[in-house]
């Protein structure tokens, strides 16, 4: 009787310990669910802020003969501001040299794609790597042309690297991507040029 106790209650735990993990593994999935979701939706808002952006953009691209990189730009927008702020594109530095100069978001505009029309022409039209060095800067095109080899996502991260290493405060420079820590790449934004083409894609296709 005692042993048939003994298995009875064993069979009790085990039937307790396998409920409690399959009702934590439905809210671990529940959560993970709600949270994609959660972000889909601030994404889908962002990108609406930014396509209202769609004809100032389209304005200046023209001027600038960027017509065809419109949704290029508009993806840059969404990683630089999501479309928020009167500096949308982030454009103070790149004007001034110092963030905050810009209060107007057509001003921010034209100077963002000013300046990426400058990465493009010293890039010789390359788009991935006129695209990093929107956040690099112009001093990105140099160093990757003279590399034996095409712009990759391992050469971002060298400048980073080598950026930041240089810097004489590099607490000045703060690393918002744990991968970015791993690899003492604080320089910059050693993924933007990936994230803007998957931007791009979205704008393009209408998303």
Excluded: W
């Excluded at 962002?46 to 209202?52: L, P």
């Excluded at 500096?87 to 001034?96: H, K, R, V, W």
Aim: one cysteine or more; aromatic letters at 10%; hydrophobic letters at 35%.
């Amino acid at each position: 009787m005692k042993l048939k106790k003994r298995k009875k209650i064993v069979i009790q735990v085990l039937c307790v310990t396998l409920g409690m993990v399959v009702l934590l593994a439905g809210i671990s999935l529940y959560t993970h669910q709600e949270n994609v979701k959660n972000s889909s939706l601030v994404e889908h808002m962002f990108t609406k802020r930014v396509e209202q952006h769609r004809p100032t953009v389209t304005k200046y691209a023209k001027e600038y003969d960027m017509e065809e990189h419109v949704d290029v730009i508009l993806a840059m927008m969404m990683q630089e501001s999501g479309g928020r702020g009167d500096d949308p594109m982030q454009a103070s530095e790149s004007q001034c040299g110092e963030i905050g100069c810009i209060d107007k978001p057509d001003d921010s505009i034209k100077q963002g794609v000013a300046y990426f029309s400058k990465m493009m022409e010293a890039s010789d039209e390359d788009v991935p790597l006129s695209v990093q060095a929107y956040n690099f800067g112009l001093g990105f095109v140099d160093y990757a042309q003279n590399k034996d080899r095409e712009f990759d996502q391992e050469m971002a991260i060298q400048f980073s690297q080598e950026k930041y290493e240089e810097a004489e405060d590099p607490s000045q420079y703060t690393c918002l991507r744990e991968e970015a820590k791993e690899y003492d790449a604080c320089y910059g934004d050693i993924y933007y040029a990936r994230d803007v083409i998957q931007y791009q894609k979205k704008f393009a296709d209408g998303d």
